[in-house]
């Protein structure tokens, strides 16, 4: 097992695979790879010279081979087809799970996908074709059409004959779903109570009849969140007609909420979603993802700008106020984003729901008058005896800290209460949460923080 | 199965438990919650009165309220012990998995974990005293020691009859470890290959000998990413010397992942993280998390205060400049953030590493140049249209949009440089990278993007 951080162990074997093949010795390269895991083949892979690819993938015995295929990149496995011959890559396709054909397919071009399905078998190819039709981010896309299915009137001997008949090819074994004649879904047994029940015994009296199952055009996150709260190890999905069509398993779920967290992550950062990986992202993609919520908050910092305009007079009256106006800002857009991304998780957790919005602003209000007070007192020291009195800068006058110290107790109350709305109010009207992050409120507070500033200078300081 | 967004239906249902309790119709309450599932149950009781939960617990069959239990909160969880008697608290441990009762005992008071220990059975209080000398965060913390274990000369008919036996109490059996007299790790065999194989095989000859395993010392995210990376359904934890002292199973994986990302986005807007949901933790306790980051952050804005006030007489001779301030601190703050985000969220992802980094800001100098650029031509446009053409404002000249969209660029570069670089450098001496995130790097791209822009400003202005 390769560890994450250490980047010297992986390059050092991956060099030694070089060193194999140059020096033409196959048949330790295949002793040396044969007891690793199929996921770090494919990362060695992915660290050594394109070229050795397909010779290192015709070394491994084919079960393993299909592994590591899967494991690899769409960049990597796309000329690893291009180089199969067709007996090759219909054994390698033999070898996949329909889920982890169907990934493939989505991602090559439209001739390797035309190939891969001229080489599949009929029935495969008609479930490729089903699982395609369904929408991206769906349940049914993600899904599994290849499950073991059981008869309600079974003996639990007539259930271990048929899993050990059709297990093989079967995503999972653990859990084997009961269907009626119409195929609709009836309940499911899994392997332990399958193991610890007599073998006369009838599937119906054993089965489990509260069943959690997913439709095809669920959102696959709302799969993964079930998945991961019922702790289960696969969820039915059926069509809206309650017949079953496939199942999800539990590790496609971990990659579901891995995958759906990165995109929350970089919608909270004002990046349009990438569902690959930071470095095999090019330039002009990483831009384009970047670019346009950079143009529209700037653009919307023009309101700002108009603010400062309006009070040039003021600040001209007392210069010093312009220097605390970084300050302020980055404090109060600080207290937003904190909020905003406090309730953002608790949303996507699940933990938070549009009606608990009165509980939200009660506890962001108080959270916000302690933190801002503490804030204030602690800025007032510093203004007093950093600015003033080690900096000698006469300009900071007591009354001029108390216009400051007020500002930052309205911002962060200001801040914060947008800031944890905000995200709620998102979700109600359908909108994306992750989106009102930390740049979008940053933008908001500090025109908010600016008039508060000035209306407080303006009580205080009568200019 | 309940959604997450329709809380409606949720208090509908707590409405109508506590209504059938008023009613005292507990007949018709326990049809109405035996089909559910324990989550479902453990999420009406924190919807409904505290006082209905001990009574609702009371209708379940054990095994149910025992699933319920442990998916309740600590507080509630405490409530129920109180009041159980101890004939009800030994029923209810006895249900209990023992990975559960540990997370059960770690948040409990120490007189309630002393009655705990005092009505579990020796070997679960020996197994308990174990699981909790780890250290927390650590594999052996969130280990649980259920699991089968075989020996290498069994046959598979052995293997099943001790699977048959002990599997009732174990975890999982849907993986057994096969382990020496000296109790050392050798192999494992899933109970797939165990119904595929002829009773008479030995499992030493079907066991999988190439294993992955952690130790107990581990990172309980490396197990997690670990389950993660090579779709296992459970992970053997070993002790220094290789002998096999638990298992950790997918389940408690995704629970690890989901708590690590969650502490790595509060970390990333400046919170100190909290494992409890963003309702139940206290005012004073999310005060506590969220005020020392900002006042670090407040106080460092001093050095842009500073660099303002040095330029003060720049700012009076062309009092235009001060308006673009909040807009060009921003754009930096941005331009940061999406750079840091991307990065930390890669290097948690083990994506990036220490060496990529001449990779990683050669791409971000180049991102950083089209972005700059395009927003540099946007502004430009938008101060000739906008500000100086509709708004007839005279003092902005050509020659000050051409200062701002030069520190436009300057400022996207510098803090898409210091955003890609600190986190890498960071997580190479030490320190956990989420805490270099946005709000960080704002306050350095701050006092950067100031001095870009008076070095412009004295350049192009002659001021």
């Keep these: 097992m390769f560890d994450y951080e250490d980047a010297d162990e992986l390059t050092k074997f991956a060099k030694q695979i070089e060193d194999l093949i140059h020096r033409k010795q196959y048949a330790q390269l295949r002793d040396l790879l044969l007891p690793l895991e199929a996921a770090d083949i494919a990362l060695l892979m992915m660290e050594s010279e394109e070229q050795i690819l397909p010779l290192v993938f015709r070394l491994l015995p084919k079960e393993l081979a299909a592994e590591v295929f899967v494991e690899l990149d769409s960049d990597q496995q796309e000329m690893l087809i291009q180089g199969f011959s067709n007996v090759e890559l219909k054994e390698v396709l033999d070898e996949l799970y329909l889920d982890d054909t169907v990934d493939i397919v989505e991602e090559m071009p439209a001739n390797v996908v035309k190939r891969i399905l001229r080489h599949s078998d009929p029935d495969t190819r008609k479930s490729i074709n089903e699982i395609l039709k369904y929408p991206e981010d769906s349940a049914g896309s993600i899904m599994t059409t290849e499950f073991v299915d059981l008869k309600a009137s079974m003996t639990v001997e007539d259930a271990f004959k048929r899993i050990r008949r059709t297990g093989p090819d079967k995503e999972t074994i653990n859990i084997s779903y009961v269907t009626d004649a119409g195929r609709h879904l009836l309940g499911l047994v899994s392997i332990r109570t399958l193991l610890f029940a007599d073998d006369s015994e009838i599937i119906e009296d054993i089965m489990e009849t509260n069943l959690v199952s997913v439709t095809t055009l669920d959102d696959q996150e709302t799969v993964a969140m079930a998945l991961s709260k019922y702790d289960f190890l696969a969820l039915p999905v059926v069509d809206t007609e309650n017949r079953l069509v496939g199942i999800v398993t539990v590790d496609d779920a ?130 007093m005896l950093i600015d003033r009195w080690m900096m000698q800068n006469p300009d900071v006058t007591p009354l001029v800290a108390l216009v400051v110290c007020a500002t930052l107790v309205g911002t962060v109350l200001c801040a914060k209460l947008v800031g944890c709305s905000l995200p709620i109010l998102a979700e109600k009207v359908g909108f994306d949460p992750a989106v009102m992050a930390s740049p979008f409120i940053s933008t908001i507070v500090d025109s908010l923080s600016l008039l508060v500033y000035f209306r407080f200078a303006t009580l205080i300081l009568h200019i």
Tied chains: 1, 2.
């Design 254 to 383: 971990i990659d579901v909420l891995q995958e759906e967290t990165t995109e929350d992550i970089a919608k909270m950062a004002a990046m349009a979603p990438s569902d690959k990986p930071y470095l095999k992202t090019g330039v002009f993609e990483t831009w384009k993802a970047r670019t346009p919520w950079l143009m529209i908050l700037m653009l919307s910092a023009t309101f700002t700008g108009i603010i400062l305009t309006k009070f040039e007079d003021s600040l001209a009256a007392c210069a010093i106020l312009t220097s605390f106006i970084p300050m302020l800002s980055g404090t109060g857009g600080n207290s937003g984003t904190q909020a905003s991304t406090a309730v953002i998780r608790a949303l996507s957790l699940g933990e938070v729901r549009f009606g608990d919005l009165p509980k939200v602003l009660w506890k962001e209000f108080r959270v916000s008058i302690i933190c801002g007070i503490c804030l204030a007192a602690a800025n007032f020291v510093k203004m």
